[in-house]
């Protein structure tokens, strides 16, 4: 599920975010000019943390705060998620949260989609209420877009946590592929791909029965699917891991498609964009689903490696690549679709066009009215999307 995102930025504005917004925020004392005395409700704010993402707070009073997004590194046009804590609250305190820099003129949050909060006593994910949720078109702020949410802290001793949506770390991905090494199964590898530029791991799965990696057919079904190529898009991520969990289990179709496909899996292609709390882009503000045409091994390693590995693949004689979908997440659209290659060759056109049919068929959340096919046009040139 990929797509050209529209900014509603001016250069004026992105020029005063790089220069004022280059980190996130460390245990920050939100108060009245000129107080040096900390009371409870005085709040404290930070995102110094993996996937944390604040760069600025702005005191109105004790019940409202301006909240500014860190752009991307190095790329100030993408301002979009955020992932930061709140302490020293009042019990009962109530709050209004305006972050009031968006890049995007359009969002999920005007058609009932909130963002997500825990806490320390409580540490699963809620959603805020919608009806506590506004996304809106400022006068002020340059004409940013800003979402305000409401909130009422009802524990002084805990710490709150609110983000865009739920988050998916590295280094949760770390842990889960650690825990499926422990397993011990014959039908499933972890290799290293390459390394990001901040030396983060890339893995590349291989999920087949053992007959099939010792195997000496004529030809080898191959099916491809990488993962998380934009930070932001965390709901890639809990696509990909429930997709695993499903290949690696005992179901009786796992175990048929394992036996007669080969399935090699990139979960995350922008590990160092996801520790970073990037939207978009890579460490060097690169939005790496845009440089599949020629990706550098310095600048975008991750993809040239997946690259060169899918290369291989097309061009060895004894594999028939029968797909690659890479999986995203959308910030406007809602259900599950598919954005497909426009080919010349009619029947390589009709052949991809199956896969979503039958998605139509069986899957009720798929939505076949939301399939589109992109060429070159848009600035899509470069990309693999499925």
């Given amino acids: 599920f990929e797509c050209c995102e529209t900014m509603a930025t001016g250069p004026s504005l992105e020029q005063s975010l790089e220069e004022e917004l280059v980190g996130n925020v460390y245990n920050y004392t939100s108060q009245v000019s000129g107080s040096t005395l900390l009371k409870k409700g005085n709040l404290i704010f930070d995102a110094s943390f993996e996937c944390g993402n604040l760069g600025k707070v702005d005191y109105i009073s004790d019940y409202e705060y301006d909240l500014f997004i860190r752009p991307d590194t190095y790329n100030p046009r993408y301002r979009v998620w955020f992932n930061f804590t709140v302490h020293n609250v009042r019990e009962e305190q109530r709050v209004i949260f305006n972050i009031v820099n968006f890049s995007k003129t359009k969002s999920l949050y005007r058609d009932g989609m909130s963002p997500v909060v825990k806490s320390t006593s409580r540490p699963q994910w809620e959603r805020i209420p919608s009806k506590n949720v506004f996304y809106y078109k400022c006068p002020n702020h340059q004409k940013s877009y800003v979402l305000s949410f409401a909130f009422a802290?009802?524990?002084?001793?805990?710490?709150?946590?609110?983000?865009?949506?739920?988050?998916?770390?590295?280094?949760?991905?770390?842990?889960?592929?650690?825990?499926?090494d422990k397993r011990g199964l014959d039908f499933y590898k972890r290799e290293l791909l390459c390394h990001s530029m901040q030396q983060r791991r890339v893995d590349v799965l291989t999920i087949t029965s053992p007959h099939n990696m010792e195997s000496t057919a004529a030809t080898l079904r191959v099916v491809f699917i990488t993962a998380r190529v934009h930070p932001g898009e965390s709901p890639a991520s809990f696509v990909c891991q429930g997709l695993l969990d499903f290949l690696l289990s005992q179901h009786s179709t796992a175990e048929t498609l394992r036996d007669n496909i080969i399935f090699k899996i990139v979960p995350m292609l922008n590990p160092d964009g996801v520790y970073l709390g990037n939207y978009r882009c890579s460490l060097m503000g690169f939005d790496l689903n845009r440089h599949w045409q020629e990706p550098s091994p310095w600048a975008h390693p991750t993809v040239y490696a997946t690259k060169q590995l899918l290369?291989?693949?097309?061009?060895?004689?004894?594999?028939?690549?029968?797909?690659?979908?890479d999986i995203h997440a959308h910030s406007?659209?809602?259900?599950?679709?598919?954005?497909?290659?426009?080919?010349?060759?009619?029947?390589?056109?009709?052949?991809?066009?199956?896969?979503?049919?039958?998605?139509?068929?069986y899957a009720e959340d798929f939505s076949w009215v939301g399939l589109q096919y992109c060429g070159l046009e848009g600035g899509h040139w470069g990309c693999y999307s499925v």
């Fill in 153 to 180: 802290f009802d524990r002084e001793e805990d710490t709150y946590q609110f983000s865009y949506c739920y988050p998916y770390s590295y280094s949760r991905l770390q842990h889960y592929l650690a825990e499926q």
């Fill in 311 to 325: 290369v291989e693949l097309d061009r060895n004689p004894k594999v028939d690549l029968d797909f690659y979908i």
């Fill in 332 to 361: 406007t659209l809602t259900n599950g679709f598919m954005y497909g290659n426009v080919y010349e060759e009619e029947d390589r056109f009709e052949k991809q066009a199956i896969f979503p049919k039958l998605l139509a068929q």
